[in-house]
């Protein structure tokens, strides 16, 4: 059996020793199947919760996770059909089961009963990836141009995320915005928010670098909470009216109540960072209530979010090169990861 490098998570337990680097056998692609070279996969909040056991739905011991993945077509099954080798594509990782009551009623982001690359099946921290049948006849394998580079090819998946949050939040022509967090998946929202026509986004963030990206990528104000009272300057910029709508892109419990005081009325606040679950957050409902706001949450995406993520980066609306800080190969995972763990780099890519 041929063999390939690849990062094997053994187990949620004993962080960071649950995982390394080895070889595994190479997959055999089937006559319904993708084998997939991988070219580029980000690491990803989440990875930081699955690698530290805080998630564990749908991850396998001794599995390859990562889930925003792009690469080229290694080989096709004789029964696929509209696919070839040497083709350069991105994965929608999140299958959805179509049938349950959440598919049914047009939310298929929160199948009830969803499959996923990196998490039921191996993700894109190896050098070959499986892409099994479901994913393909679900159409979850999206072709790129060839001046879309594996990076961005691999984060259309976050941003297809981030498309699902605007829609949640209800972004549009003429709002004032608050992102809380400048990370990629705040940037995202910035850019996002400034594409649906937000008049003005503020950004807040504690890292000096990400505030300048933000700046670049156009915050008409970015503030340091560290230095800066938060509530003092949202009211500043908005005559005194609070923001239209909030994107909370770092999911801190304790910030919740305190972000939910600088929409304005009739404004919406959207908990889009993954939360810890069961930590509790303590909130003053008389703001909901008293100023009729909106408060909603956002999880994973709609396959139509994804298509129209990777039609936005097929024709350069969106810069998602300028959010990639560091490359690493899977032989330094373990070098990359500990910067993400850090939070001093900003998006990283495995590259193999």
């Known amino acids: ?15 960071p020793d649950n995982f390394e680097v080895m070889q595994i056998d190479k997959p055999v692609c089937g006559d319904n199947e993708i ?34 993945i ?29 049938h349950c009551p959440a598919c049914l009623s047009g939310r298929e982001n929160a199948c009830m009963d969803r499959k996923a690359i990196g ?19 679900s159409g979850n394998v999206v072709k790129l141009p060839d001046d879309v580079s594996f990076e961005a090819g691999a984060l259309i998946e976050p941003l297809a995320c981030c498309i699902r949050g605007l829609k949640n939040t209800g972004t549009g022509f003429n709002d004032t915005v608050l992102i809380i967090g400048a990370g990629p998946i705040g940037l995202m929202h910035l850019e996002l928010s400034l594409i649906a026509g937000a008049k003005k986004v503020i950004v807040s963030e504690l890292d000096a670098g990400k505030r300048e990206l933000a700046k670049k990528l156009g915050a008409a104000r970015v503030i340091d909470s560290a230095n800066e009272d938060l509530a003092k300057v949202v009211m500043e910029e908005t005559n005194g009216e609070g923001v239209d709508r909030i994107v909370m892109a770092i999911g801190v419990n304790a910030l919740v109540n305190q972000i939910l005081g600088l929409a304005k009325k009739g ?26 706001l909106n408060v909603t949450g956002s999880t994973a995406y709609k396959r139509s979010d994804y298509l129209q993520a990777a039609d936005m980066v097929r024709t350069k609306k969106i810069d998602l090169d300028a959010i990639v800080s560091d490359t690493f190969t899977l032989d330094e995972f373990k070098e990359a990861f500990a910067l993400h763990m850090a939070g001093t780099g900003l998006k990283i890519v495995i590259k193999p």
């Open 1 to 15: 059996m041929e063999k390939m490098k690849a990062v094997v998570l053994h187990g949620p337990n004993n962080y």
């Open 119 to 137: 998490y039921e099946f191996n993700g894109g921290f190896e050098e070959y990836v499986l892409v099994p049948e479901i994913c393909i006849t």
């Open 35 to 68: 084998l997939l070279k991988m070219e580029a996969a980000a690491l990803c909040g989440t990875d930081k919760r699955i690698f530290t056991g805080a998630k564990t739905k749908g991850v396998r011991p001794d599995s390859v996770v990562g889930h925003e």
């Open 70 to 98: 792009c690469g080229v077509i290694e080989q096709v099954g004789k029964n696929v059909s509209g696919y070839a080798a040497g083709e350069r594509v991105a994965i929608a990782n999140v299958i959805p089961c179509g």
């Open 267 to 292: 404004g919406t606040v959207c908990l889009f960072a993954g939360f810890p679950k069961g930590r509790i957050s303590e909130i003053d409902p008389s703001i909901i209530h008293y100023n009729e």
